[in-house]
Each structure stands twice: as C-alpha cells, then as structure tokens.
RNA sequence: CGGGGCGUAGCGCAGUCUGGUAGCGCACUUGGUUCGGGACCAAGGAGUCGGAGGUUCAAAUCCUCUCGCCCCGACCA
C-alpha cells in the first residue's frame, strides 16, 4: 500500500475526519476522507488555512460540507424511511417561522386556509394529461387497507385491496379541483382563494435533505377566478409574495422570471419562479407559481353561470413553496463555521451564555443573565418579541460558543463577572469571525439589539447580492458560453465536481432542440426568462433574434 | 436506473488484502487539577462490526444475496 496515508505512523502530522470541531491551532493539517477507504484518501494539507468548524469547507466540497452544516446546526437527519428526513427543533423552528410569516402574507392577501386529503383517487391524477405524465412516475400508491399476520409477518391482506387505489399527493391540484367544483357555482363564488398547509410525496430517485426529500412539508395555494386576466393577476401577485419574502425575510435575492415550455408545471399554462443563487454558484428554485389556465377547470369540472348567464369553466392558479427553502437559506448563508440564520427567522436571536467558573460568582451571574433575558425579551424586532436563549449548561464556555457558532444564532453574548461589573456584555456577531467580538454596555446593547439584527440581516442581504453579482455576467458566443460551464479537468471522474460557472445571461431564440442540447452537453438549462422589458439581441447559438437575455445555469 | 465508493460505540475512523472472536480520537460518566473559555490527568460506561444466507474448528475479515448512505451521470413539477 505504498503511499498510503497512515496517520500517526511515522508521521508529523494529526489526522482530522469530520470531527465536530477543529483544532484551536492555526496552521494545522487537515484532512477528509474521499471515496475509497484506502488509496483513494486525500489529505489537506494547509498552513496558511484557519481552522473551520466545518469540514469539508465549501470550497473543498460543497456537497459534504451542506451535509456537515446540516449535522453541525441539529437541522435535520435521515429517517429510517428511505430518502424521507427527520425535522429537528432547531430546523423545525425555521420553517416554523417561515410559516407563520407566510400564512399572513397569505391572510393579508385575502387568502384563507384549508386542508384536504393526503390521498387522491388514482382516477382523479388520470383527469388531466399533462398532469398525469408529469407525476406518475413518482408516486407513492396505497392499495391495501389492512394487514395480516402470515408466518410471524404482517402482509397486505389480499381480501382488503382497495378497489381503486390511493396515490399519496403529489401535489393537490386535482382533488382540490374536484372540490372547487361543487364549491363553485356562480361568478358570486369568485374568486375562491384557498391555501393549504401541508405535506406531500414524491418518489425521487436521488435525495438530499431539505432541497430535495421523498417527503416535504409546503403550502399550496389554489385559486379560481371568473377571467383568465385575473387569474394572472394572482399568479404574478403570489410571485411578488414569493420574492418578497424571499428578499425581506431570508436575506436571499431572487430573480422573477417565466419558466420555458420544458421546466413548466405538468397541466400548466405557464409557470412562474423565483430563482436564487446558492454559494455553489447553481440555481436553486425556491418558489413557484402557476397559472393554470382552464386546463384543471376543464378536467375537474369547475365551472360557474357569469353575469350574462353563460356557462363557463373556471380559470385557475396554483403556488407553493417548501422546506426546501430551509436547504436555500443553508446554502445561501452557511459558512465555514456553520449556519447563519438571517436573524428575522432565526429560532433565536439571542444567545446568553454565563461565564460562571467560580462557584461563588455562578449564582450572580445567573440572575444578571436571567434579568437581562427578561429584559431583552421585551424589545420587538421583525414584528414580535425578540427570541433569547439561555444556555446555563454545565458545560465548558467554549464548546458552547462553537455550538451556537454552529446553530448560526445572530448573537452571541458572553457574560462574566467583569461585564457585571462593568454593566455591558461581550458580544459576538454571527456575520463577524467567531473571535471578533466587543464590549458593549448593557444599556446600549439592549436599545439598539433591534437596529443590531436588522444590520445583520441587511449585511446578508448585501452579501448575497454581491456574490449573485460576481458571479453573474453576459454570455454572448457560443463558445464563452461552453467555457463559462465547463469545469476544470478532474483527475478522478468520481470526484465531486469543482465550484465554477454561474448565471450567465445570454440571448435564446426559445429553440426547444438548442435547450436540450445544452442540457446533455453541460447539464445547464434555462432557469428562467426574468420578468420586464429587456433589451433585444441574437441568440447566440442559433444567431436568430432573441427578444431579451434569459438566465442560464446548473441548478438544483 | 447506470458507474464508483462506503456502512465497525453518539460522531469521525483503524482493523478486512494475509480469518483466531474488537481498537483509537472526540463525545459521555465519575474523581481530581484547571478556568474569560473549543483544557489537563486518572478511572469508567457504551459496539450481536448494516441485514440475511453460505464456506470454515473459527468470519468485522472470504463468498452470495440484500438494505441504506454518499459521489459522478440520468431524472427532477
């Protein structure tokens, strides 16, 4: 096994895995594992690299350092149910906010919720075709209704089969239209604007948690409208709702923009997003929005006598976003060190951590911290009462500080005998590095804590648009537009593919052939066509005109 | 679904080639020393080596099958 890499043997070097925290020491080496268990290790080593409390970092694997934030952070795990995850608190509590966020933007814009099955009649997925191809192959089908014990087993009891059997939503459209046409009878019952909350089933092939799971929690909207105009109002209003929140909320910004014919939703007119660029430099679709036509109405029935007494179908829309958007913030704002929660939806936004060494100063530090959480729990910021945790574990200082480092808590506040005596508090900033932190008096922190996370947020913000701004440009050759995604040669063609190319901007005719041979030459396919005028041009692969440039880039 | 890789203590791994019945670091528990900090010393708890068959006196190790996870593709509303 020459060459093989043995730590600790006639070595001068510590080997590091996956540990859940790197040395203290700068200058160390460090390592991780790639592939195979032997031979195939790569060890890295770096003198000049910090220590990070991820490993790998971002550059050195973007896939397996989103798994380690996952893991560092306590967001979620995998389920003993293949491709399905397990929610945990601290990444339920983010989607709990997004949630709650959501449903009043929702309510404010006179939807009302509701909830419908999680089984759909197979018959019903059959109603509308394009529906059909688009959704069958992934679906989850219930066709028994009991079990029996055979051979110390429990089987489907062959005498319980359904008559028809259940498909797990997908998606409601279809169930939801079969109501919407008993609920609808006269233009009097529009607009119908409905939203549920709920989760859904989709068989995929290839897993990864938060941006792409067999189960996921979202909401969906579905609306129905007395004029296709109206519909469309809707459709684009649900998008500006998406983009929003997506700006205001998860400090990530997004591109509005139409989907082509190949990326539109199965049974849609047109389908609209909102597309984000993650640290990776891929998009990531984190919300859509449907107009649906007549399709759904004409499949499910759902027609309405307008005001001169005709008989007409409906026109409808549909919207979600997901979990997934826990995966985007993850991939737009996580570093080195860990999460970074935008501090609007962070689970907390405050994190007092007593330094409480000698016993007969634990008691006094405990209730200054205790006040001061009292205190800091009656400022507002982004709409409600500040979120602060208290972390009095009987554990060492810094192992707790490289937890909540981890967690991406916007601020950390170390508080020992000497801030009491000076009445301020020791305060880190998760924008800032983990060392960079200040002295602040306890007055001043607490009057200006909500300005404080505000900048974080906006800092994010910032920092988001920068790098979507770097790493977007205008393609106009065919031939830059190869080099743009084609990435550097690997000497392993089972190594993770390096970090290059972006958003590029570039002229399309809207050939369908040139899409698809862009798609199998570089995997890269056209996110979105931005909404608003642009300036018209030629395509720059098939030299024909082209009204305005679209967005083009690997994705997610 | 194709190609590649990996499943050994909570986490990260060694041990597998050359079968002899399990080890390291971190975490955990206890005691002590430390203490504005991701400490140190000592003792300790924890694993039917993913699962099922098979070969063998003997299997983490060899063979077959299977499940799961990861990477590269394909697919992706």
Redesign the pocket.
């Not at 995929?204 to 948690?209: D, F, K, S, Y």
């Given at each position: 096994?020459a060459g093989r890499y043995q730590p600790g043997r006639g070595t001068t070097c510590t080997l590091y895995?996956?540990?859940?925290?790197?040395p203290?020491a700068t200058g160390v080496a460090r390592a991780?594992?790639r592939?195979?268990?032997?031979g195939t290790?790569v060890a890295i080593m770096s003198s000049a690299k910090a220590?990070t409390?991820i490993v790998p970092t971002r550059s050195d694997d973007y896939?397996?350092w989103y798994?380690q934030v996952v893991k560092a952070a306590d967001l979620a795990e995998?389920s003993p149910v293949?491709?399905c995850m397990v929610i945990k608190p601290w990444g339920y509590a983010m989607w709990e906010n997004m949630q709650r966020v959501l449903d009043g933007m929702f309510k404010d814009t006179g939807h009302v919720n509701a909830y419908f099955p999680l089984f759909i009649p197979l018959s019903f997925l059959e109603k509308e075709a394009a529906h059909v191809e688009?959704?069958a192959?992934?679906c989850a089908v219930v066709t028994h209704h009991r079990l029996v014990a055979k051979d110390g087993k429990l089987v489907p009891d062959p005498a319980s089969q359904l008559e028809e059997p259940l498909v797990v939503r997908?998606?409601s459209e279809t169930i939801i239209g079969e109501m919407f046409a008993k609920w609808v009878q006269s233009y009097r019952d529009l607009p119908l604007l409905i939203n549920q909350w709920a989760n859904v089933v989709?068989w995929?092939?290839?897993?990864?948690?938060f941006l792409?799971t067999a189960e996921f929690l979202w909401q969906e909207g579905h609306t129905a409208h007395a004029t296709a105009d109206e519909a469309v109002v809707e459709t684009m209003k649900m998008l500006g709702v998406y983009a929003d929140f997506a700006e205001q909320w998860m400090a990530t910004p997004v591109i509005q923009g139409e989907k082509t014919a190949g990326?539109?939703?199965?049974g849609a007119v047109s389908?609209y997003c909102i597309e984000a660029m993650m640290q990776d430099r891929k998009a990531l679709?984190a919300g859509?929005s449907h107009f649906l036509g007549q399709n759904f109405a004409k499949a499910s029935g759902i027609q309405f006598l307008d005001d001169k007494g005709v008989l007409q179908h409906a026109w409808t829309t549909s919207w979600g976003v997901s979990t997934r958007l826990v995966g985007s913030m993850i991939m737009t704002h996580a570093d080195d060190?860990g999460m970074v929660c935008p501090p609007k939806l962070a689970p907390a936004h405050v994190v007092i951590l007593p330094?409480t060494?000698?016993p007969e100063d634990r008691q006094r530090v405990l209730d200054y911290c205790h006040a001061l959480k009292a205190e800091l729990r009656q400022q507002q910021f982004a709409g409600g009462p500040l979120r602060v945790e208290l972390d009095d574990r009987d554990?060492?200082?810094?192992?707790k500080?490289?937890q909540w480092i981890k967690k991406g808590v916007p601020l950390r506040l170390?508080?020992?005998?000497?801030?009491i005596d000076k009445d301020s508090v020791?305060v880190g900033r998760r924008d800032k590095a983990?060392k960079d932190k200040t002295s602040v008096g306890r007055g001043e922190f607490v009057a200006t804590v909500a300005a404080t996370l505000q900048s974080i947020q906006d800092a994010m913000l910032a920092r988001a648009k920068a790098f979507r701004a770097e790493h977007t440009r205008d393609v106009d050759s065919k031939a830059d537009f190869y080099a743009y995604f084609t990435p550097p040669k690997q000497k392993d063609?089972?190594?993770?593919?390096p970090i290059h190319g972006g958003f590029a901007m570039a002229h399309f005719s809207g050939d369908v052939a040139v899409e698809k041979q862009i798609?199998?030459d570089l995997?890269v396919t056209v996110r979105c066509i931005p909404l608003g005028e642009g300036e018209a041009g030629t395509c720059p692969f098939t030299g024909k005109p082209s009204a305005k440039r679209v967005v083009w880039a690997k994705?997610y």
């Open positions: 096994m895995r996956y540990r859940d925290r790197p203290r991780f594992r592939g195979g268990r032997r290790r220590a409390a896939a397996e798994q995998n293949r491709g688009g959704f192959k992934e997908p998606t989709r995929e092939m290839r897993t990864r948690l792409r990326e539109r939703f199965p389908t679709q859509t060190d330094v060494h000698k554990l060492r200082g810094g192992d500080v490289w170390e508080i020992g005998p000497r801030d020791f983990p063609p089972n190594a993770p593919t798609k199998d995997g994705s």
